[in-house]
């Protein structure tokens, strides 16, 4: 038996992406209820909505990301289509996701919780219609024994602050943060053990929008909107800890294995620094301090971080017990700047000849999931917990069949790498949670044709469609590899 007895087995989804009723039972308005549909195949991004305070409405492209213009209030505009709003209606369909999951076998769920259903305007006033929404959502999965793994921020900031004042670039943020900690660790501690604070935190360098509900993009903007963030995670993991020890707090990253294209030094020097913009977050949340590099980067651009007493401390304190992260490809870099670019997701990778990519452009590659598995665990030396991977490709559906077969073929690959990873060099791997278990609503293009679920949910780009669910042929291949605990990969003959 090469995976651990309590593996945690799963899948993974985010409020926004996934539940829709964005305004019922007393939610507030969130940073990603303001972003319009785009088109990955072509190129078309999706936009950020406002409006100016003499009426006239405008938007921004969320990537790449640019200020938002003086004055601006971000808004839901009348003849604007935002897919989250409905989403595939997993407020109303829960019960009956969550019985297919336990019928796949999860042994754990990793979901967020959306700050803006508990405070609809992210202070203040608790909303209990909400904090009753999740009791029953977490008294579900415990029915089935699947433990729910949960990110108390994916992309979801309350709009009332970013208004108010611009997010994460604002201290108030830490506090209110903290207080949403309190309240959703106070109410949950019985119910769940494992808790993520702010998912893919690097995503501050390139979608500060969804990172961080900034309106500002300049780095001394985000240098300062992630030292909020770093603040309010540690403080988030000490409070888990004296409310409940038993407790696992973890932070999240957007994690990519890293080639440099030749063994040109200047091609591993580059190498090393896109290493460096990764590790940053990690090395702050697993280690409790800003590394060298960083500093003198700040240096450099003068940027001033606004350090108070005690904060150092509180960095040094709150290091996370495990490290989640994201894996789906693998970058490439060289130090020669006219190469040619491929989309990627959203990171700056040059063409790798020996990998393949998925119709949306990103370079499948599960042996660099075995490489990033060995450089976290040797830099960290922290329990890893894959908490996303997928293929985001169309699915073509016909009399309720679904045969994916390439998902199948991406997935074992993949369970394949974290197998030899951990019966080879000895990683030591928590779990494993598909991202978008179910069909759900894309974070990059707000498409719904992007699917990653092993369950097909009726639903087209406009959001018009029953939203009922199907099992595709990916349902019943990952029930076996559950079953078996890893052992059974239906390899192909
Ligand atoms: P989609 C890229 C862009 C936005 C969010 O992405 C991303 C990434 C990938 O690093 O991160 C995660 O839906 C994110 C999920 C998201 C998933 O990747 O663009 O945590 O919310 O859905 C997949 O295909």
Redesign the pocket.
Known sequence: MVFPKDFLWGGAT?AH?FEGNYQGDGKGLCSADCVTRGDGRKNIQRRVTFKMPDGKTGSQVVFPYADLPKGAIVQCLEDEYYPTHEAVDHYHHFKEDIALMAEMGFKCYRMSINWSRIYPLGYGKVNEEGLKFYDELFDECLKYNIEPVVTLF??ETPLQLVNEMGDWIDRRCVTYFVEYCKTVFTRYQNKVKYWMTF??IN?MEI?PL?AGGMVRNDDQAKAIGSYHQFLASAKAVKLAHQINPDMKVGMMI?YTACYALTCNPVDELKKMKDDQIRHFYMDVQCRGAYPAYKLKEYERKGIVLPIQEDDLKILKEGTVDYIGF?Y?SSSCVSGDPKREITSG??TTSVINPYLEKSAWGWLIDPMGLRIALNQLQERYQLPLFIV?NGL?ALDHFEDGAIHDDYRIDYLRKHVQAMKDAIEIDGIDLMGYTP??CIDLI????GEMQ?RYGFVYVDNDDLGNGTKKRYKKDSFYWYQKVIQSNGNDLGDKA
């Open positions: 985010a992406q994916h992309f998912n893919e995503n979608l969804y957007a994201s789906y997701n959203m996303e985001g991202w978008g894309s974070a990059g293009t992007k």
